[in-house]
């Protein structure tokens, strides 16, 4: 138990992190209460020029430095709300129509309420329900839901405990993770100009100093570089985009929306319709070519078949010049503001940034803008001064130097030594890519082309075609989750919904600190802690600013009877005899051997270090000597090959027409691929008569996916939520004026967004910010069913994104960008209608789960 009396303690806050920390914080307590979150000054603790605090000069004289604190966000601020959120699963709970000695009900599962039960209950519950499906259908009839984003915990890892135990049992099904926020870069770029682990993210070192230096411009393309990294990587990219307007380099945005970043930042703001990127792209190539508005040699020397590409876009291939007239009604982009892009960017050093990709990345084909990016960088000759592509999420991505557009670190710190998550493994015989669950839980056998999809392999995996189930292997009737929230933040959640409920599944256990989501439909619940209520050890490696190493002494007490992920594990482990080789140690002993191999143990001692609380890693010396992002490939690209087949950038990929010539989604050479086999999420289909406008669902600003919806400091915001005359605060659905004056739609009206898959909920709001033919809604709202798979009250518009992926060779997620109606609602008359679904789990107001959801006591 942590001491009652008042306390500091340093955690990291990273909401979204795969265990590598970020957005560090001071967690201040008193009587064993959170009193409140704050940052944390560097330098409490060490002198501050032993850090080597770092500086970069614009060529104007303005600078861009570390401040002396950490940099959390809003969604760290207030995470005691939900730390302290009445919808804290308290204590293990039962699906009460589920008896595993008798009738299972699988049917009821998503609406049947809980009741109580012991650890000791659940436990056996667990270990006996694994040793039969074990005995009765082979390990690979577990699959381990054990991937996705958590909380910043290296031992007691929100995602991965169970992995080692079902391990140690002899194996499992895993639910491998493809790159969801890097699908187009990995379908699509990697096969353009290589760029492993994930085809984005060319080499950006030093990339902030040299466009301080060099550049005139970064064209922030698709996404919210500000918002979208409060969950990963604080306030900092903030700060450089506010340092890039002092520094007199312009920040043109082109998204659909006018996004908070660009509302707060942006020079010009270009509004172009969801998942028409590519056809503008494609125009701007024109207009170089056109023009000469490049250089040839250059791009010749740099690629190999460019002659393909200018085949396609000058119309000798299929007979269309894909000039800004073709562009213009397709993109809502004038010609005329086609050619002046493209002759301001030829002109001047121009960057392009992202946050992982923004929606293009995860909609129809988004294989395509992502290869045409890459094109129209490497025209304009990648890795000149002050021109380059930056991600202003991933600084430190999983330890990668060479994607740290910041000066450097002398080092970062390893947590692998005592990681225990489990979310990439391809070592399972058994796998199944997430965006194909459902599929392969209702309508076994499945298979893709597209290898072990997870993040990170090399390229020509994607090349190797895959079966669920394999050889000697069966189907899936059981699921182990730690991270349950599939349905409202991947593609086709309605259909996941019936997956969940279907008879195959003869016993799901979730684990998770909240109830909600996919929790709302598992047998078992296991109660699991956040992580200040733990003691752990963890880093800091997404702030921009400095890398950290944190002892993360335990702020508060467990909530209820909830146990970390990590122990509550442990106690299924137990009842199986397995405990001593799952733990592998004492927490105490864990966390010293994960300093002790951090490579921070050179710096200081273990004392030193649990005595002070955290470490920060100086700034490297002489990083301003450092490389250069791409500026020696740019140089001399004989010298650097990259990892395509030939070495060099691929306008037409070798590898993709060796393997799929005759792939029209995905051509050898990049195309704008508006709907085919696989979509028809587009104004130019047929399809588009009955759904007319563009759903664009980015990441939210009050939450990180579906993280932080029930706190109620946040739901108080206008942006946030919009009350409804029943009471209720519906996700809102920004709706141009013009859009809103033909539908008769009114700021505050209760509408539902639809198409064939189904129907959510939400509230208008009346803004010019988003593009006529378009309408936005923040994705990650928490799945409240009216109708399940059918009907949502919450807002979670995941349950009506595509089920298909991202084309029939590119398993990815689709999750942006898709077709849809609105219609106006009375829910005063929906709540006669459905008078039991519509009030049945969270509170109108506050976003708790109802009492009713949970059998008491005596009742």
């Known amino acids: 138990m942590p001491e009652t009396s008042g306390k500091t303690v340093y955690k990291s806050l990273g909401l979204c992190g795969f265990g590598l920390g970020s957005n560090s914080a001071a967690v201040d307590v008193k009587d064993g209460k959170i009193l409140r979150i704050r940052p944390m000054h560097y330098d409490e603790k060490y002198d501050y020029e032993s850090m080597r605090p770092w500086k970069i000069t614009a060529r104007n004289g303005a600078v861009l430095e570390p401040k002396t604190h950490t940099l959390p966000t809003p969604l760290q601020y207030a995470y005691k709300k939900r730390v302290y959120s009445k919808n804290r699963v308290p204590y293990p709970l039962k699906r009460v129509d589920w008896d595993p000695n008798g009738e299972r009900h699988p049917e009821t599962r998503g609406e049947a309420k809980y009741v109580r039960i012991s650890w000791d209950e659940a436990t056996d519950i667990v270990a006996s329900e694994l040793k039969r499906i074990y005995a009765e259908y082979g390990p690979f009839a577990v699959l381990a839901q054990i991937d996705g984003h958590g909380e910043s915990k290296i031992i007691h890892a929100a995602h991965g405990c169970p992995g080692k135990l079902l391990d140690l049992l002899g194996g499992y099904t895993l639910q491998a993770r493809q790159p969801d926020s890097w699908e187009g870069w990995t379908w699509g770029a990697k096969h353009i100009w290589g760029m492993d682990p994930v085809g984005k993210q060319a080499h950006t070192e030093n990339l902030f100093k040299d466009i301080a230096e060099n550049g005139d411009c970064v064209i922030m393309w698709s996404g919210d570089p500000e918002t979208t990294p409060w969950g990963w990587g604080g306030m900092m990219p903030g700060r450089v985009e506010s340092f890039l307007t002092e520094a007199g380099i312009k920040q043109i945005f082109i998204t659909p929306d006018l996004n908070y970043a660009a509302a707060a930042h942006a020079d010009k703001w270009i509004p172009v319709l969801p998942n028409t990127d590519a056809a503008l792209q494609c125009a701007i190539a024109y207009v170089w070519m056109k ?186 009737h059981m699921i182990w989750t730690d991270s349950p929230c599939w349905q409202t933040c991947w593609n086709g959640g309605n259909e996941m919904q019936r997956a969940l409920r279907h008879p195959n599944l003869q016993f799901i256990v979730a684990q998770h600190p909240w109830l909600e989501n996919d929790a709302l439909f598992a047998d078992i619940i296991l109660p699991t802690t956040t992580k200040l209520e733990v003691n752990d050890i963890s880093s800091d490696l997404f702030s921009g600013q400095y890398n950290m190493i944190l002892h993360e002494e335990q702020a508060v007490p467990h909530v209820g009877e909830s146990l970390s992920d990590w122990e509550a594990v442990g106690e299924v482990a137990k009842k199986l005899g397995l405990y001593e080789q799952y733990a592998e140690g004492t927490e105490e002993e864990l966390i010293k051997k994960g300093f002790e191999n951090s490579g921070c143990e050179k710096y200081l001692t273990y004392e030193e270090w649990m005595e002070k609380g955290y470490f920060v890693v100086p700034t490297a010396e002489n990083w301003e000597n450092d490389r250069l992002h791409m500026r020696p490939w740019y140089e001399d690209p004989d010298s650097e090959p990259l990892s395509t087949p030939t070495g060099k950038i691929e306008f037409y990929s070798t590898a993709l027409a060796e393997h799929y010539p005759d792939d029209v989604e995905r051509p050898p050479v990049p195309h704008f691929v508006p709907y085919g086999e696989s979509h028809s999420e587009s104004l130019l289909h047929p399809r588009a008569k009955e759904y007319p406008f563009l759903l664009i669902t980015n990441h939210p600003r009050w939450r990180v996916h579906a993280n932080n919806d029930d706190n109620t400091w946040m739901r108080e915001f206008e942006t946030c939520k919009v009350k409804g005359p029943d009471g209720y605060l519906y996700e809102p659905i920004w709706v141009n004026p013009l859009d809103a004056g033909r539908l008769n739609l009114h700021d505050g009206d209760i509408c539902k967004i639809f198409n064939e898959r189904g129907a959510v909920l939400g509230g208008v709001r009346l803004s010019e910010r988003v593009i006529p033919g378009a309408l936005y809604q923040d994705h990650g709202a928490r799945v409240d069913s009216i109708v399940i798979g059918e009907f949502d009250r919450g ?52 976003g708790h789960v109802a009492e009713s959801c949970i059998i008491k006591e005596g009742r």
């Open 291 to 476: 023009e000469g508005l490049y250089d040839r040699e250059w791009v010749e020397s740099h690629s190999v078949g460019f002659d393909w590409f200018e085949r396609y876009i000058l119309g000798g291939e299929d007979g269309v010049a894909k000039t800004p007239a073709w562009a213009a009604p397709i993109t809502g982009v004038s010609a005329r503001q086609i050619k002046a892009l493209a002759r301001y960017w030829a002109k001047h050093a121009v960057s392009i940034g992202h946050c992982a990709g923004g929606g293009l990345i995860r909609a129809a084909y988004s294989s395509e803008p992502a290869r045409l990016e890459v094109c129209l960088l490497t025209m304009q000759q990648l890795g000149k001064p002050g021109a380059g592509q930056i991600n202003f999420m991933d600084v430190g991505l999983f330890g990668i130097d060479d994607i740290y557009p910041f000066p450097r670190c002398e080092l970062q710190p390893d947590m692998n030594s005592v990681y225990h998550g489990w979310a990439m493994l391809t070592e399972p015989v058994n796998f199944i890519p997430k965006t194909l669950i459902p599929q392969a839980i209702m309508n076994p056998p499945v298979h893709w082309s597209g290898g072990h999809v997870i993040a990170g392999m090399p390229a020509q995996d994607q090349f190797i075609e895959w079966d669920f189930p394999q050889p000697g292997a069966g189907e899936i």
């Open 795 to 846: 807002g979670a518009n995941n349950l009506i994104c595509p089920s298909n992926t991202t084309s029939k060779n590119c398993p990815g997620e689709v999750t942006n960008s898709f077709l849809i109606n609105i219609a106006k609602v009375d829910v005063l008359e929906l709540a006669k209608q459905y008078p039991v679904e519509f009030a049945k789990f969270y509170d109108k107001d506050t």
